[in-house]
């Protein structure tokens, strides 16, 4: 009975690490007597003991790798470090076990080489603004590289950049520089808007007066137009009304001495009087009592006009 049991012991010993559960997104790879027999994927698996033996496990999910920083040399002489980042994935198991030694120090070393070749064909200038080309070309060359390896690089990235401190410096003054001609050139324009904006309302300002005296100068001119449009009107009025009323010589003639007396209004001293007048006295009765003058010791100077 004991034996049985020490059997039975020696059975599970044996046997029961022969039994593997891969879980997702691993791998197994399985060699028979040192050679490959296949690879395991996710389930339950069964190995001969002490034949079949788990040669390497594989983790089939996409991983990062961030690199330390490598020298570089552009191709205007200035030394700087750069670091990058590389995705990739393993696609078969089998060749990544079998394909190269240490899989990723390999890759760390190929991303150095192959960063050193693209940075060496460019200028500074072009390296810090083409790193979109910097990863581009960089993941070509490595996933071709790395395809005998069961690697495929899914994308690499340039992390950083670090020239030397005095290209920094010197980096720094032009930018610098930069911001304070883009501040001068901003601030001009802005002063040219603003002069143009002050000279267009003058201008339009200037307009508008214009237009408004010049409407104030056709509207004067309109209405003494009107005015003395009127008066002629009246008078032509009163022509004709005398015309109509047959108005007679004494009639005109007193008309002609309302002229008169409007014309001298109390302060002329000297009166042209028409040739035609036929009584003198009788004239200067009748300005008297027209214009309301009393005697006085100085009377105005009559003058008889040359006859007609």
Known sequence: MELLIAILVIVVIIILPCVKIVPQSKAYVIERLGSFLTIWHNGLHFKLPFIDRISNVVVLK??????DPQPV????????????????QITDP???TYGVEYPISAIESLTATTLRNIIGELELDQTLTSRDIINSKMRSILDEATDPWGIKVNRVE????????????????QMRAERERREKILQAEGEK??????????????????????EARIK????EADALLKIKNAEAEGIRLLKEAKADEAVLQLKSYETLSKM???????????????????????????IGIED???HPKIEKGPRE
């Open 193 to 214: 808007k603003s002069s143009i904006l002050i000279a267009e309302g003058e201008k339009e300002s200037a307009i508008l007066r214009a237009e408004a005296d010049k």
């Open 264 to 290: 001298a209004d109390g302060h002329a001293t000297k009166i042209l009087v028409p040739a035609n007048l036929q009584n003198i006295a009788t004239f200067g009765t009748v300005l008297k009592e027209t």
């Open 94 to 96: 089998k060749l990544y």
């Open 62 to 67: 996409e991983m990062v790798r961030d690199f």
């Open 220 to 223: 004067r001119a309109e209405g």
């Open 73 to 88: 040399i552009t191709k205007d002489n200035v030394t700087m470090q750069i670091d990058t980042v590389v995705y990739f």
């Open 296 to 298: 006085k010791p100085k």
């Open 158 to 173: 340039v992390k950083n950049i670090l020239p030397p401190r005095d290209i920094q410096d010197a980096m720094e003054k």
